[in-house]
């Protein structure tokens, strides 16, 4: 009948009925596993060159930030602990002091990476146990090499390297404050055992 409205057909919407009624849906369905997986898991970096291309909102949202502060991004807060920002100034500080490290790995681009300096490392038995190590924070963007030499593609990643530049620990991905108290206080321990051992020989 001309003029009539034609009649409409509606499909429930599950992943399987999207999926075969649009071409697209797969795509979609995917996407949003995918970002899940990211919100779970932290910020992962695969085979991809440390300096890849960013998402295209990625882009935006560096390009936005060149017009104004973001309004959704936290607030400065007063870092408590000291960071080096260079990985081999921090290697010499370790070697002359004699203390272990204790390396921050962050991209810029990684929400996780934003929000740990505001919470996980703002604890005070965090901060505290941190004044026994050199604390390094190293940039996925500028110091790619670094991160590549260190094997690390997630971020955030909390490294502990000992005095003779042995791996402790190591931690990757959005982290809570119970579990970096253990894995330092663990590190401490081990350090100062084999600071025991070390005088007993030489005695």
């Not at 995917?30 to 085979?47: K, Q, R, W």
């Not at 081999?88 to 203390?99: F, I, N, P, Q, V």
């Amino acid at each position: 009948m001309d003029g009539a409205m034609p009649e409409r057909l509606y499909v429930p919407l599950t992943s399987q009925s999207v999926c075969a009624t649009r071409p697209w849906g797969g795509i979609r369905v995917s996407g949003i596993v995918c970002a899940l997986c990211m919100l779970i898991n932290g910020c992962e970096v695969y085979d991809e060159p440390i300096e890849a291309e960013r998402s295209k909102d990625s882009a935006k949202h560096n390009s936005a930030s060149k017009l104004g502060p973001d309004p959704f991004a936290r607030p400065e807060t007063t870092r408590r602990i000291k960071f080096v920002e260079s990985y081999e100034t921090g290697l010499k500080r370790a070697s002359d002091e004699g203390k272990p490290m204790l390396v921050v790995f962050r991209a810029s681009w990684c929400r996780f990476s934003s929000e740990l300096p505001h919470t996980t490392l703002a604890d005070p038995q965090v901060v505290s146990m941190s004044g026994k190590f050199i604390c390094v924070l190293v940039d996925a963007d500028r110091d790619a090499a670094v991160c590549r030499a260190m094997g690390v593609k997630a971020f955030p990643t909390i490294q502990l390297i000992s005095t003779n530049g042995q791996e402790l620990e190591r931690m990757s991905g959005e982290m809570t404050t119970p579990e970096l108290r253990t894995l330092l206080r663990e590190a401490i321990q081990e350090i100062n055992v084999a600071r025991e051992s070390e005088k007993r020989e030489v005695f």
